[in-house]
């Protein structure tokens, strides 16, 4: 770690000579550019898709959390009897952890921010609600509509939030596999990066043979060509990181529709997580460089 | 501060070179001599580190080989100033850059645009071509600059391989005078040539011992050089 740190220090602080003890041509350097500006390219797009994803599954987890609503629009005079009947039917449904009565001031409160503050609700037909928790398990739903329908007949049980829940998983999966492919990405570079380090040095046995007659450590000629692979990570992972961006930000706004194809704008902070790229792949670079380097550097001796 | 004792190097066939023992004493002036493939690039490499001996022993500055890593013969090696045979340089590097490449490689790169250098270049004759590329130098020039980079460390060893091997008659009068003055300011200096004139003529200018390889062991010529 410490021997890493070390050279992270050297690199950032640059030795104009040792940069160049290294030819500065050859078809690895390309190689090593086009790669990172590529894998940053994907890495944009699997960081929007697991952000976009995984907020999805949070809006929708919380939509989920308010679980079901059972719904009584009957005549005044009705409704007393029908609520009765209702509540009996859930605190006898398995599945149903609790069932409450909205009361009055609550629906106001919903209500509020469509009709304003001073909804006569008494003077307006607005049906019961009853807020359905449920347990671990869930209810059935078609039984409780069947039992319903027989007992309670102007209930209607509205539990659209159900057939979310195997989208949530889905969705969750959806932001996990975009990690993973972050993952992936970033080793295929480190083996890609690894392949284009070593075929550098082998490129450059005379270099390396002229060094070592001057008396260079091992440390010093693989910092020469680690340092020429990191910055062509760094410059080549920021070209593919803001076309990538670019990309992203020409899909269509969430703003209009809530969805996964329009929602996979970086939003707020996510944006900051784009800068880490060209950074960790110049890390990526630096590391892979250096063991292939020395590795190499080891074998020749 | 080169020693070797019993030393032998097989390349995998049969030995060599075979039980030499000797040592490289400060301050001296010293040929090795032999027919060419007699195996004197073989015995300087082993004087600095590139080839570990196969049998015996070689100690640099008191130092086995056998026990150095790879780093401790990079150091050493520093002490150390080699003309190779074949004169590899940096082909992309200029000719000044070239020469302070060991000041760079010991970290010392700060000091590589000092005076020294200049005065380095001047000495060995390379002034004028010292923003010139390696490959655009003569053969002499070459030589001369590979000298310039093997001294810029002051080392106390200079090992030339067949310095005067591409250059002409006058070129290597010149190349011998500027290792004799080394060998003048306490330099230890070796110089592997088959070249029997060259040895010839430094014998006027400064006291040489002669090694011969012979017979895959190594002698002190006597006077019938
Ligand atoms: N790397 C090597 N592998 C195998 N044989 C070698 C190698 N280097 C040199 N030789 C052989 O060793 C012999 C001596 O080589 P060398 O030490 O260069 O002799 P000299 O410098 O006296 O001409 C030659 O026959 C050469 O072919
Ligand atoms: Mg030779």
Redesign the pocket.
């Known amino acids: 770690m410490k021997i890493a740190l070390g050279g992270i220090t050297s690199l950032l602080a640059g030795d104009g000579h040792r940069d160049r003890v290294v030819p500065p041509t050859g078809f690895t350097a390309t190689l090593t550019s086009f790669t990172s500006g590529a894998m940053a390219f994907l890495v944009v797009f699997a960081m929007a898709l697991s952000f976009a994803s995984a907020r999805l599954a949070d809006r929708w987890g919380d939509a989920l959390a308010k679980s079901a609503t059972l719904r009584i629009s009957a005549p005044q005079a009705e409704i007393e009897i029908q609520l009765a009947a209702a509540m009996q039917v859930l605190n006898t449904t398995a599945g149903v952890k609790s069932a409450t009565v909205i009361s009055q001031e609550d629906q106001q409160k919903l209500l509020e921010p469509w009709f304003g503050p001073d909804v006569p609700l008494d003077m307006l037909p607005v049906p019961v609600l009853i807020d359905i928790l449920e347990t671990e398990d869930g209810f059935d739903p078609d039984g409780l509509r069947l039992r319903l329908a027989a007992e309670v007949p102007a209930a209607v049980l509205d539990d659209h939030s159900r057939w979310r829940r195997p989208l949530i998983s889905a969705a969750t999966r959806l932001s996990l596999l975009g990690w993973v492919s972050i993952i992936l990405i970033v080793g295929a570079s480190a083996a890609m990066i690894t392949l284009a380090a070593r075929a550098a040095l082998a490129a450059n046995a005379q270099v390396i043979a002229v060094l070592r007659l001057v008396g260079a450590q091992d440390t010093y000629i693989a910092a020469a060509f680690v340092r020429r692979f990191a910055a062509r990570a760094f410059v080549g992972a920021l070209v593919g990181m803001v076309l990538g961006a670019m990309a992203v930000l020409l899909l269509p706004s969430s703003a209009q529709q809530a969805g996964i194809l329009t929602g996979l704008r970086f939003q707020g902070t996510d944006w900051l997580w784009l800068l880490v790229i060209p950074l960790f792949a110049a890390v990526v670079a630096f590391v892979a460089t250096r063991l292939a380097a020395l590795k190499v550097l080891g074998e020749l001796s | 501060m080169i020693e070797l004792e019993n030393a032998a190097y097989s390349?995998?066939g049969g030995e060599?070179i075979s039980d030499m023992t000797l040592s490289i004493s400060s301050g001296s002036f010293y040929f090795l001599t032999?027919?060419?493939?007699?195996?004197?690039?073989?015995?300087?490499?082993m004087c600095y580190g590139a080839l570990v001996p196969t049998a015996g022993h070689v100690r640099l500055f008191g130092q086995d080989l056998r026990d150095m890593t790879r780093d401790d013969i990079a150091i050493a090696r520093r002490r150390v100033g080699v003309v190779h045979?074949d004169c590899q340089f940096l082909d992309h590097l200029s000719v000044v850059d070239n020469v302070a490449l060991p000041l760079s490689v010991a970290g010392q790169s700060g000091l590589a645009d000092n005076a020294n250098l200049k005065e380095l270049l001047a000495w060995v004759g390379l002034s004028k071509r010292a923003n010139a590329y390696p490959p655009e130098l003569s053969g002499g020039e070459r030589q001369r600059a590979a000298l310039a980079r093997a001294i810029i460390m002051s080392p106390d060893v200079i090992l030339a391989?067949?310095p005067t091997g591409n250059v002409d008659w006058e070129m290597s009068q010149r190349l011998l005078k500027l290792l004799v003055e080394l060998n003048r300011m306490g330099k230890t200096v070796l110089i592997?040539s088959?070249d029997l004139s060259l040895i010839r003529a430094a014998k006027s200018q400064v006291q040489a011992r002669v090694l011969r390889?012979y017979n895959r062991r190594i002698q002190l010529a006597g006077a019938d050089l």
């Open positions: 390349y995998g060599l032999g027919p060419s493939g007699a195996g004197k690039t073989t015995l300087l490499k045979q391989d067949e592997a088959h390889i």
